[in-house]
C-alpha cells in the first residue's frame, strides 16, 4: 500500500470517529502535550491545529464539539487541574515513609513529655525537608501555578469549573493528610486544640492543620521555583543552617525554611495530652496503620490520570 494509499484509509477512518471518541482523544493528547512540555500563564503557546494533527482526529469534529478555542481550553484546564501531578500538595508517600522512619528511630524517647515533644520535632523537621525538596525538584508544581493564575483569566462557567476542580484535588490531599496526622498525633501524645479542629465543619478534626500545611508549603514551593534566579537578592529559603535547637528539645540540627515553617504551625495548633500514657503495643499497632494507608497510596498513585473524587 503507498504512503498516499494509507493517509486516505486513516482520514476516512477518522471522518467516521463518533463525537465522544473525538473529545477523549483530544484532549488526551493535550494533557500529554501540556504535562510534557509544561503550561504557562497563557494558552497562547499551545496550538489546537497541532493538538487535532497529533490525535489524529477530523478538524470539523473537533470544532463542532468546541466551537470557541477558549472552550476547548477551558475543558483541557479542568480535566489538568484533576490530575494528581498538577497540584504541589501532590500525595508523596516517601515524605510519610521518612516521617515513619524517624518516628521508628526516637521510640524510645516516647515514653516522656520531652522526649515526644524532641521526637514530634524531628519527625517534623525530616519530613518537611524531604517534602519540599520532592517538590521542588518536580517540574509539575509550575503547572499548578500556572493553573491557579489561568482560572482568573477565564470567565464564568470555565472559571468557576477550574476554581472548582482546583479546589477538589486539594480537599483529597488534605483529607487523606489529616488522617495521617491523627495517627501521627495518637502515637505522639498530642491532640489538635479546639479551637483548630474541624469537627464542627463535619470534617477531619485535623483538616484545618493538614490544609495550613499545605499552604504553607505550596507557598514556599512557588516562591523558591519563582525567585531561584535572584539568590543574591533575596535569602534561599531551601538553604539549611548551622545546627541550632529552635524548639527547646535539647537536640541541635540543621534547618531551612519549610523546616521551620512547618513545625512551628503544628506545635501551635497542637497540644500535649495531659493524661497520656505511652503504650509500646499500641505504638506498634498505629505503625502498622499508617504504613498500610501509605502503601495503598503508593498503589493508587501508580495509576495515572485525574484523581478519584468519589
Not at 167 to 196: L, T
Request: hydrophobic share 40%.
Amino acid at each position: 500500500m503507498s504512503e498516499s494509499t494509507r493517509k486516505s484509509s486513516l482520514n476516512r477512518r477518522n471522518l467516521r470517529m463518533k463525537a465522544e471518541d473525538v473529545r477523549a482523544q483530544t484532549l488526551q493528547t493535550a494533557q500529554e502535550l501540556v504535562l510534557a512540555e509544561g503550561l504557562v500563564v497563557s494558552m497562547d503557546h499551545i496550538s489546537l491545529e497541532y493538538i487535532i494533527a497529533q490525535a489524529g482526529v477530523p478538524r470539523s469534529a473537533v470544532h463542532r464539539l468546541w466551537p470557541k478555542k477558549e472552550e476547548f481550553f477551558g475543558e483541557l484546564l479542568v480535566l489538568l487541574a484533576k490530575r494528581r501531578e498538577a497540584s504541589p500538595s501532590v500525595f508523596d508517600p516517601e515524605t510519610l515513609i521518612e516521617a515513619v522512619r524517624t518516628l521508628k528511630g526516637h521510640k524510645d524517647q516516647l515514653a516522656t513529655a520531652p522526649g515526644r515533644k524532641a521526637a514530634l520535632v524531628e519527625v517534623c523537621r525530616r519530613g518537611a525537608m524531604r517534602n519540599f525538596e520532592g517538590v521542588i525538584a518536580r517540574d509539575d508544581w509550575k503547572t499548578y501555578l500556572a493553573l491557579s493564575a489561568t482560572a482568573m483569566s477565564f470567565e464564568d462557567p470555565i472559571r468557576r469549573n477550574l476554581q472548582t476542580a482546583i479546589a477538589e484535588s486539594e480537599r483529597d490531599y488534605v483529607i487523606v493528610m489529616s488522617h495521617f496526622y491523627e495517627y501521627m498525633a495518637r502515637i505522639m501524645g498530642r491532640e489538635i486544640r479546639p479551637q483548630f479542629s474541624s469537627e464542627s465543619l463535619n470534617r477531619p478534626a485535623l483538616a484545618y492543620l493538614a490544609a495550613t500545611g499545605a499552604a504553607a508549603m505550596e507557598g514556599m514551593v512557588l516562591r523558591s521555583g519563582a525567585f531561584s534566579a535572584d539568590r543574591e537578592l533575596l535569602p534561599e529559603i531551601s538553604t539549611t543552617t548551622e545546627p541550632v535547637d529552635p524548639f527547646d528539645t535539647g537536640i541541635h540540627a540543621k534547618w531551612n525554611g519549610p523546616s521551620l515553617n512547618f513545625t512551628a504551625t503544628l506545635l501551635a495548633m497542637t497540644r500535649p495530652i495531659d493524661d497520656f500514657s505511652y503504650n509500646s503495643e499500641a505504638f506498634d499497632g498505629n505503625i502498622a496503620d499508617i504504613e498500610r494507608m501509605i502503601a495503598e497510596m503508593q498503589s493508587a498513585l501508580q495509576k495515572t490520570g485525574p484523581t478519584d473524587h468519589s
